[in-house]
């Protein structure tokens, strides 16, 4: 996070989470400059994807026209270093938390417009090649796998702490063997 990379040829970006990105994508896509597709990724973080997000948002032009009685001019915004005094709305919240809010709400009304989860680097290899590979059941209203882990000795399995330490329900079971844990073949070999 933090690390600068290109969204396109001709557009810098910063690497950012999913929830810090989406704000700023959001306008490229309904202008239709880029697309889902068309967002990179830096890689995985502690809670998720990183992708490469524009520096900018959409379509700003960064100027602020003023009307005075004798004519009308164009300056560049000042910038501004430390706190301002930025007032709030109806709300009482700040413009960046309403902001925060509205692209929230907006959210959850499309649906479409998320960035989705990548694969990085990834690659199709042949049944057999990672054996050590271990899929994490757990047991809800049926079984989810909702985690991976690899075998690294005949009675343990090394995984991500999110997927043990939840307040939800934890796991039952370790599947190993399987190609496809959705629909396994015979050869594979559930462990309690």
């Known amino acids: 996070v933090g690390r600068a990379c290109k969204v396109t040829d001709t557009m810098p970006g910063i690497c950012r989470t999913s929830s810090d990105c989406e704000p ?8 239709g400059v880029l697309t889902l ?3 990179p990724s ?3 973080g502690a809670w998720g994807e990183i992708f490469c997000c ?10 602020i026209t003023s009307v005075s009685t004798s004519s009308t001019t164009s300056t560049k915004a000042p910038m501004t270093s430390g706190r301002v ?6 709300s009482g919240d700040r413009p960046a938390v309403a902001a925060c809010k509205k692209i929230r709400e907006r959210k959850q009304q499309r649906s479409g417009n998320q960035l989705v989860i990548h694969i990085v680097g990834g690659y199709p290899v042949d049944p057999g090649v990672y054996p050590h590979m271990a899929a994490i059941g757990y047991i809800t209203f049926g079984t989810d796998f909702r985690c ?6 005949s009675r343990f399995v090394l995984t991500a ?4 330490n939840t307040d939800a329900n934890t796991p039952a079971f370790v599947r190993l063997g399987a190609v496809n844990i959705e629909n396994p073949d015979h050869s594979y070999q559930d462990i309690v």
């Open 54 to 63: 524009p520096t900018k948002p959409c379509c700003d032009n960064s100027t």
């Open 37 to 39: 597709n068309d967002v």
């Open 161 to 164: 702490a999110h997927c043990v």
């Open 24 to 31: 700023l994508i959001d306008g490229y896509i309904k202008s």
């Open 85 to 90: 005094d930025v007032p709030t709305f109806g």
């Open 42 to 44: 830096c890689g995985l």
């Open 148 to 153: 991976g882990g690899s075998l690294i000795a």
